[in-house]
């Protein structure tokens, strides 16, 4: 006999038993339906990739937390980090997909981070991109995905932060620092969150940068504005002497037109200029979509990445995306309780046994409510009715059936609803009919 084994999981990783799993798949399906309706299509990509895909994309504070080993061939190989480096592998690798190409996947990826609240070691992502654009109308649209998403799923506060990767090489032009520290700078302001302002200009100052220069970045990360006009006014004046900076600035005004013609209201989207994305990869618009009455970290971010599909293909092909984070949205709607109350079952009915020698009976009329479009669960136990209520109460199922001697003998089943506490007697060819009524509340 095998040893007994203690049942754990590792740390930062979760199970999501049936009523948690069904909720995701209703967020999962709110998702897919504001994805399709923009044009994007599905794509399916390996968990485990070639190290030399990943290796290398993200920068050195993000390559820390890839799950890296060698496979059984002695192959160098990592579980995905996230779905964007994977979409441009496959774009080199299939020249053939038609351009522009919008693509959407919700999928799991690996971090060896430190686990908190909102943050695992295993979690989903669910990932949109235009790969093939280089308007930006394609930024603006995926911007209004995260804002039609986080509508949709019943959050009333929340705040899209948006910025440009050239706003953040305009502030390295500015305050006189190499742009070979472009990315260094852009991975420490994006701590601020985490360790604050004199967080971060401790390490700047750590690490060896001029004094006048972090005086200029305190300015942009410190500074606070009542408007997107207000903010923009203040980027024209700071960036005149930088021509990244003036790019930046306009990509931004324009920007928030775009997002006015696709119906995004303007309360929602804040250009904020201290922020910077911290992964390498990024060139263009960048985006963080935070909830604001709950204590979670982002729940969306991404932004353009011109530059990243062409160390696989060697030619230029511009694209942009964001991401949505499943797991933090999912505890900000738990934390809100946002979620409806009845998704705790994708069953709609129990079909009782009165005693093992009618279960032939109760067989063939699960079968045939079955066949009639319903999600029958079929009462497979030894208890007897009274208990048999108890597994549907306890399980979320909403009606019961009950289909003993009288009720065949009446050519009825006796359908009891848990939710109203009601109960009746309907003829077997009208229950399909009736349970689908209450349903959809005809």
Known sequence: ??????????????????????RREYIIGKLKGIFRKYGFDPLETPSIELWETLGGKYGEDAEMLIYRFKDHGGRDVGLRYDLTVPLSRVIAMHPEIPKPFKRYQIAPVWRADSPQKGRYREFYQCDFDIVGSTSLMADAEIIAIVYESLASLGFKKFT?????????????????IDIEKEHETARIIDKLDKI?????LKELSDKGYK???????????STHFDSNEEAIAFGEEFFKDS??????????TDLLEFLQILGVPEEFVKIDLSLARGLDYYTGPIYEAVLEDVSLPS????????????????????ATGGSLG????YQGLVDLNLLPDSLKTHTHVLVTVFNKKFLKESAKLAARLRDEGLNVD??????????????????GIRFAIFYGPDEMEAGVVTLKDLTKETQNQVKIEEVARVIKGEINGD
């Open 243 to 252: 021509v990244a900076g003036v790019a930046g600035i306009n990509e931004l």
């Open 160 to 176: 899209i932060k948006v910025n440009s990767r050239k706003v953040v090489r305009g502030l390295i032009e500015t305050a006189g």
């Open 299 to 318: 729940v969306s971010g991404g932004g353009r990445y011109d530059n990243l599909i062409k160390i696989f293909s060697g030619r230029d092909l511009p």
């Open 211 to 221: 004094s006048d220069a972090i005086a200029k970045i305190e300015k942009i990360i």
């Open 326 to 329: 499943l797991e933090r949205i």
């Open 378 to 395: 079929l009462y497979l136990g030894k208890k007897n009715l009274r208990a048999q209520l108890g597994y549907a109460s306890d399980k």
């Open 1 to 22: 006999m095998a040893k007994r084994v203690k049942p754990a999981i590792l740390k930062g990783t979760r199970d999501y038993l049936p009523p948690d799993s069904v």
């Open 196 to 200: 604050g302002v004199e967080g971060v």
